[in-house]
């Protein structure tokens, strides 16, 4: 996995709240508070994704819903049994999702309706843990009956190190801004007083089509390009400010 960190801008509390003394420190009777410099920063990585999520369906129509119903489950379980001979198992298929519903048939004016038949659909979400075997995925699903794809989803099965390197250029970030509020002030920085992260902010990398039947050359393969997926981090950092 290929992990590197990049450039991001630093994102500072208002000016009052980097300024020296500009958030008031806990008083302790007989202790002099210390001035310092508070800042938060922003910092950002790259990585491959290694796993995606792919969600393939069935929709059928009939004029009854026990017919919709009877086609679809043939169709899907036609899906599952080529996914299975992939060699999933069954803790990476799961149903997310299953509906019947009538389909309706209204006059000219919009108002009075009739129900001319029921479309039933039933989507299956596969965990695909080998990246190179997305394509394969969607097109053995197409080809064993599924006529929707409603996503694809990208991700890292381990985020840590990716995690790692943007809290680093996070801090690196936060440290090269203080220092230059504190040069401003007529001073430098000290120790490091406080330092924190909040939870991690990543956002997995999508590639969505709406739900809709798919028709293909089963010759050409499926293409899937991966691209990187970016890892942000936060810091907030208060260092002691030393007067000139």
């Known amino acids: 996995m290929l992990v590197r960190p990049v450039l991001a801008a630093v994102a ?10 500009a958030q008031e420190p806990v008083r302790q009777p007989g202790v002099q508070p210390v001035p310092s410099v508070l800042v938060t920063g922003e910092g950002q990585a790259r990585a491959t994704p290694d796993r995606a999520f792919v969600t393939v369906g069935v929709e059928s129509r009939a004029a009854t819903a026990s017919a919709a119903a009877a086609d679809n489950a043939r169709r899907q379980r036609a899906i599952l049994d080529t996914l299975r001979k992939m060699g999933f198992p069954p803790e990476q298929l799961s149903t997310s999702n299953y509906s019947v519903q009538p389909e309706m048939q209204y006059d000219q004016n919009g108002q009075r309706a009739r129900v001319v038949g029921y479309v039933v659909s039933n989507t299956v979400r596969v965990d695909v843990r080998q990246i190179d075997r ?4 969607i097109d053995a699903s197409l080809a064993a009956g599924a006529n929707q794809v409603h996503g694809l989803q990208l991700y890292l099965s381990d985020p840590g190190p990716a995690r790692r390197a943007a809290i680093a250029d996070a801090v690196s970030r936060a440290r090269a801004d203080a220092e230059a509020l504190a040069r401003a002030a007529g001073g430098s920085l000290g120790q490091i007083l406080e330092l924190s992260t909040v939870e991690p902010q990543m956002g997995p990398v999508m590639y969505r089509q709406p739900a809709m039947a798919v028709a293909r050359d089963m010759a050409v393969s499926t293409p899937i390009e ?12 208060r260092w002691a400010f030393v007067q000139r």
């Open 12 to 21: 500072l509390l208002p000016l009052a709240a980097t300024m020296l003394g």
């Open 134 to 137: 997305v394509g394969p995925v």
């Open 226 to 237: 991966v691209g990187e997926e970016v890892v942000r981090a936060i810091v907030h950092v």
